[in-house]
């Protein structure tokens, strides 16, 4: 029996990819922490009214309220966090240490958590999915390396790994709906001090409405549907490496729609993330779905 899992993933993370894009046609004084309240919040209240209309919250089983309260925080950490990071040692360094540091620490977490074991064929994808995104990221960009940015990026890449275990235990007992619905709507209750402070007089502006719908229902409601599905079928490991297929995305997205030219470096980049993705859906797909 094959899974499709590794797909339902790999779809998320092309979703996750039209973030930047989205993020660069958004109107001046759109600020990434704000961008990122205004994600969760719009994504959080659709994630809600979907599990609803599916009463999805009326099949679930049990909620530890810990582990919701981790994968919120986590989610939430993880937004300010990264683009922190970017703003501090710029997009190609933060980005690379924030996204490709994520599927290295999910494994460690979900092997000292859920014993899970991810594999050897595995650590070769990701090895080759993250030199990938250095290539690709690096490409056609000026590197600035700034230590607290290193520091902000790496806790990105903690805080999403972390939260991608926490969701994995409450998947086993619960609707994938309902799940990201919680997470989301009480990770949206962790940004509400940015209201005091940040700007949000461009969701006035036709394009600042369509960005924050945009985010909100593709790269959040839509896309965690995705992923919440396919993380209840493959590990936090697997799941983790194939979420590297956003950059992929974005770097090609980058090209066709804002005029960015692609390098030999970032070509071979794309190359070599594409062989990683191939190699853990291929292995997915060969292994016996869990229990």
Known sequence: MKTNGPWL??????????????????????????????????????????????????????????????????????????????????????????????????????????????????????????????????GGRSIHVDPSGLLLATGAGAAYASFTVASKDLLEHNPPEAVMASIFCAGALFLVPLFRTANFSWLAQPAGLGVALHLGLVTVALAYSLF?????????????????????????????????????VAGLGILIIFTGLVLVTANQRSAAPPP
């Open 228 to 264: 919440a599905r396919g993380l209840s079928q493959v590990s936090v490991a697997t799941a983790a490496t194939l979420t590297l297929a956003e950059p992929l995305t974005a770097g090609t997205l980058g090209v066709f729609l804002l005029g960015e030219r692609l390098t030999i």
């Open 9 to 138: 993933v790999l779809a998320a993370a092309v979703l996750w990819g039209t973030t930047g894009t989205a993020q660069a046609l958004a109107p001046d004084g759109a600020g990434p922490a704000a961008i990122g309240a205004v994600r969760l919040i719009v994504g959080g209240v659709a994630l809600l009214a979907l599990a609803i209309s599916r009463r999805a919250f009326a099949h679930s089983e049990r909620w530890p309220v810990w582990t919701v309260l981790i994968a919120a925080a986590c989610m939430a950490a993880y937004q300010l966090l990264f683009f922190a990071g970017v703003a501090r040692t710029g997009v190609a360094v933060g980005t690379i240490v924030g996204i490709g540091s994520a599927p290295i620490l999910a494994g460690a977490i979900g092997f000292l958590a859920r014993g899970e074991r991810p594999g050897r064929l595995w650590g070769v994808a990701t090895v080759l999915a993250v030199v990938g995104c250095g290539l690709l990221i690096a």
